[in-house]
């Protein structure tokens, strides 16, 4: 067993909570599904009111302890990945920890137990800090188990992301994106299938291909939203 702390104090992004941790553990899942070509799993285990989300890959890239690096990806300069920061899996995990939500990583080698610790290199301070034990069988799959997520949260979870809508009527570019024409999506706009914004006065609903999102998967510009609705 090892104990891993990071350079980074619980009160880091003070504004993210269960919510926007929920969103990166997702995003990053979407990515390494794209990234291998395997079709993932995700489940919600629970009642009416709180349950256990689990997701995981099958076939993943080996994820090893650089990952908890900030700054450490695969994604830089990857148009067709939604993380690029280097930082999605640490800050999500942070995020989540701090509303006292258990998250376990369990790596093709490793399980590995987010949680937020004093520690004496920084004199005291809470800090993110990983716990790892190896695994007594070495599997091809990661998988990430949060709990508890509430049954609210996972329903504007899956309202929020584009792969877990059934059946969206719209029109497609093989380039700049999809026109959601149904009328649940009016005035809403994705990106890379990760919902960002409503914008009013819309006809329609927007999945842009090309947007340049930041960390926090707000737009940067909503001079280039426009400009993206307008090429697609």
Known sequence: MATIPLSVS??????????EGLREMMQNFIDSQDDCGVKGSISYEGGTYTGKVTLTN????TLNREALLFGVTSKANRTDQRGQFGEGLKVGCLALVRENRQVTIRTQTENWIASLA??????????????????????????????PVYKEEWDELNRSFMFMQDDVEGK?????????????????????????????????????????????????????????????
């Open 172 to 232: 497609e570019s093989a380039y700049y994106g999809k026109i959601l024409t149904g009328e649940a999506f009016r005035n809403k706009v994705f990106a890379k299938g990760i919902f960002v914004k409503d914008m009013e006065d819309m006809k329609w609903g927007y999945d842009l291909a090309n947007m340049t999102l930041n960390r926090d998967r707000s737009m940067v510009d909503e001079w280039d939203v426009r400009t993206n609705i307008l090429q697609l």
């Open 118 to 147: 004093p520690s004496a290199e920084f004199g005291g301070r809470k800090v993110l800090t990983f716990k790892t034990h190896k695994r007594q069988t070495v599997t091809d799959d990661v998988t990430v188990e949060i709990y």
């Open 10 to 19: 619980s009160d880091y992004l003070s504004n993210w909570g269960a919510k």
């Open 58 to 61: 099958y076939g993943a890239k």
